[in-house]
């Protein structure tokens, strides 16, 4: 006999284990089935995102900015402190608390909205139904009036760098180093290799970057990355654009990386390489040919703007279908697709999902770049702001970079706006919101800002998008 639910989840990232819960409060009898294990045997719930991805990096993240914070900043503020330490067993412990923290939680949310866990293997059948392999080889059958395929992504890698997790690393070995890497090679100057090279970076690692492309964070606004990139050039992150890894080859403990910048070869030597290089979707055997699921041409699950698949009643949601790769992004299309479930419209805006990149500074943009306006052929005017003439930001010894907003030259609406700075997550999404209800710049220029904020970048940026920013000479005037 099969057991039958309303909902079926195969996979609890973020994108799964949202969609369970919001499945549960809208009154639906829902399981999620998680095939992840700790070495101890019990089920590891929250994904990617919880226990190899955005809690754990930015845990890393905060406690070397913190050391950078005492190694060269203390002093300017009149603080002596002497010979500060670094001891990575203890990093590492913190982060684990955290994310031990973070994926009890889950489990406790789960519960407590009645959400079982199956754990397993999931494979999805013909006619709804899925089969489970659980970790002692036992089998079951359940079957559902609706299943959702949330089984994320895994790093992708490449022949020419082998990932052994000892000296060659993916972004899961690299948030585990027991020491700081003397000299660290990194594959790609993407959201992940830029993240973990700052994270060894800071805390002592020579890091150079070897990124295949010859501009510097492509989809990002151009103004933003000119500016990025000039940041971690004064840091030390050694990024070198067009240089495209040939080959690696381990010697004595150490890798020889070769790659090729146009025609020239060169060879570097490191103590650790991170490979990172993207993610790409986890669909091996996840469903049966004769299930009714299709592929699109990336590799990803194919669904419709609202996450269906081409099986009826099967849908998918987060890194394993089309759009980027982002928490945020898989929880609200769980979100979505419950909704849907419960027979509600919850359409999701798709054009105004925020990017992040948590260096530091920060790097954030949403909505449309100036390079792709252009492309577009739409007429738009631009507004930027120094965090060097805010108060907030001098005195908190944090004042390299800017507040950009770009908005349609016409109508005035605000089509984007992206920031290098600090705290630039939390201010774009100010924006965010203000671009969700169809703000025009004159909306936020009559807005009051407290001061001193960070926040009065954003005010001063939307008046500079008209000549009328206060505390800097305009280059035009109105
Ligand atoms: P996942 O989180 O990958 O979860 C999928 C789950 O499904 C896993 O637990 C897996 O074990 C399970 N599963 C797979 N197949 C099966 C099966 N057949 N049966 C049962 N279970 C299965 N994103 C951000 O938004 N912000 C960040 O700051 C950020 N930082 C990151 C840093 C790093 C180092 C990395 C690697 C990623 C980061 N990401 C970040 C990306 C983010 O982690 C992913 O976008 C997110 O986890 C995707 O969620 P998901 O639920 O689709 O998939
Ligand atoms: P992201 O997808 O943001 O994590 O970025 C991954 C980056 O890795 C991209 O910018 C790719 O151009 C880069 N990349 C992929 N393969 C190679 C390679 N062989 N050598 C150097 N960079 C690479």
Redesign the pocket.
């Known amino acids: 006999m099969t057991t039958h639910f309303d909902v079926l989840v195969?996979?609890?990232?973020?994108?799964?284990y949202v969609c369970a819960i919001r499945c549960a409060q809208l009154g639906k009898k829902v399981a999620v089935?998680?095939?992840?294990l700790d070495d101890k045997g019990k089920s590891v719930l929250g994904?990617?995102?919880l226990n190899?991805?955005?809690i754990p990096?930015?845990a890393l993240l905060d406690s070397s900015h913190k050391y950078k914070e005492v190694t060269e900043h203390y002093s300017d503020h009149g603080i002596g402190v002497e010979q500060p330490s670094i001891n990575i067993a203890a990093m590492m412990a913190r982060k684990e608390q955290i994310v031990a923290q973070l994926t009890g939680g889950v489990a406790g949310l789960l519960k407590h909205n009645g959400v079982d866990v199956i754990q397993?293997?999931?494979?999805l059948l013909a006619n709804r139904r899925v089969q489970v392999v659980a970790a002692d080889g036992s089998e079951n059958t359940y079957d559902a009036d609706n299943i959702v395929l949330?089984?994320?992504?895994l790093p992708i890698d490449i022949p020419v760098a082998p990932v052994d997790q000892d000296v060659i690393v993916d972004?899961t070995g690299a948030?585990a180093f027991e020491e700081v890497p003397g000299k660290l090679g990194v594959i790609g100057a993407g959201v992940?290799g830029l993240?973990?090279g700052s994270v060894w970076g800071r805390l002592g690692a020579e890091v150079v970057l070897l990124e295949a492309m010859d501009s510097f964070l492509p989809t990002m606004d151009k103004q933003i990355a000119k500016e990025s990139q000039k940041l971690f050039k004064k840091q030390g992150l050694d990024i070198r654009l067009g240089a495209r890894v040939t080959g690696t080859e381990i010697q004595d403990g150490k890798v020889h990386v070769t790659y090729a910048v146009g025609d020239d070869s060169h060879t570097e030597v490191f103590d650790r390489l991170i490979v990172s290089v993207g993610?790409r979707p986890?669909t091996e055997d996840?469903f049966a040919e004769d299930a009714g699921v299709t592929m699109d041409e990336r590799g990803s699950i194919f669904v419709t703007e609202e996450c269906a698949t081409e099986a009826p009643g099967v849908w998918a949601?987060?890194?394993?279908v089309r759009g980027p790769?982002?928490?945020?992004k898989?929880s609200e299309e769980g979100v979505m697709v419950a909704e849907q479930i419960a027979g509600k419209h919850h359409p999701l805006n798709y054009d105004l999902i925020p990017s992040?990149i948590?260096t530091h500074p920060e790097i954030a943009g949403v909505g449309k770049t100036e390079q792709e306006l252009e492309a577009e052929g739409i007429a738009y005017k631009v507004g930027t702001f120094p965090f060097a003439a805010i108060g907030r930001a001098l005195a908190a010894g944090d004042s390299d970079g800017l507040v950009k907003i770009i908005s349609d030259e016409n109508t005035d609406q605000l089509l984007g706006a992206h920031c290098v700075g600090p705290s630039a997550a939390d201010l774009v999404q100010q924006l965010l919101i203000a671009m969700e209800f169809g703000s025009s710049t004159e909306d936020i220029q009559m807005m009051v800002f407290g001061h001193p904020t960070l926040s009065e970048a954003v005010h001063e940026a939307a008046l500079a998008v008209d000549g009328k920013a206060i505390h800097m000479a305009n280059r035009k005037k109105r």
């Open positions: 195969i996979g609890a990232g973020p994108a799964g089935i998680e095939q992840w994904g990617t995102c190899v991805g955005c990096s930015k397993g293997r999931g494979k949330a089984a994320g992504s972004s948030l992940i993240e973990l993610r986890q996840l949601v987060g890194d394993i790769m982002l928490a945020h898989g992040i948590y």
